[in-house]
């Protein structure tokens, strides 16, 4: 949902439920996060640091100036990965995904990330040879797992322009479907 709709939606719930929300004019539901420590409402904008950027800083692509927006975004990926979720991000270019999930990437420290920028002649053989390199095969009561070289961590596999590669005559992306 854009902005506006999010905010109304906030608003639609903040009228139906009988659960105590903030009731401050000027903020949104949307720009609130209820804690587990305390069960209490705070403000999204209180965990945003102020933070002084180095000018040599402000052209580095690696650079994650953190607003309201990212700090939430962060806090939903570090869910989904500690549950070890499978998730796409979807946006338009320069949306931020890659960004936000490296950011983030950072702050979890058991996780390893395996990044695979799909073209138009992306095939299985990539994702085979990628995991060839990380991973090793290893025979369990189950059966031949492919595991992670380093035990304690866990991969994530971002793949980049996944809408590229090619359809065959079946109208399939192979390199999609053996993902799947």
């Known amino acids: 949902m854009n902005l506006a709709t999010r905010t109304e939606f906030g608003e639609e719930l903040r009228n139906m439920s009988e659960v105590e929300m903030p009731s401050d004019g000027n903020d949104a539901l949307l720009d609130y996060e209820i804690r587990v420590d305390d069960q209490q409402w705070h403000l999204w904008k209180k965990r945003v640091p102020n933070v002084a950027i180095e000018p040599s800083k402000v052209t580095d692509a690696t650079?994650?100036?953190?607003?309201?927006?990212?700090?939430?975004?962060q806090e939903v990926l570090c869910s989904w990965l500690s549950e070890h979720r499978p998730f796409l991000l979807c946006g338009p270019p320069g949306s931020g995904k890659t960004m936000t999930l490296m950011a983030t990437l950072k702050m979890v420290t058991d996780m390893e990330m395996i990044f695979i920028n799909f073209s138009a002649t992306t095939m299985p053989e990539l994702i085979l040879k990628t995991f060839d390199h990380y991973c090793e095969y290893k025979k369990t009561p189950a059966g031949i797992v492919l595991r992670p070289?380093?035990?304690?961590k866990w991969l994530v596999v971002f793949c980049d322009?996944?809408?590229?590669?090619?359809?065959?005559?079946?109208?399939?992306?192979?390199?999609?479907?053996?993902?799947?």
């Open 63 to 73: 650079t994650v100036i953190n607003t309201v927006d990212t700090t939430r975004h």
């Open 161 to 180: 322009e996944i809408n590229f590669p090619d359809e065959d005559k079946y109208g399939t992306q192979v390199v999609i479907a053996f993902l799947r």
């Open 149 to 152: 070289k380093q035990q304690e």
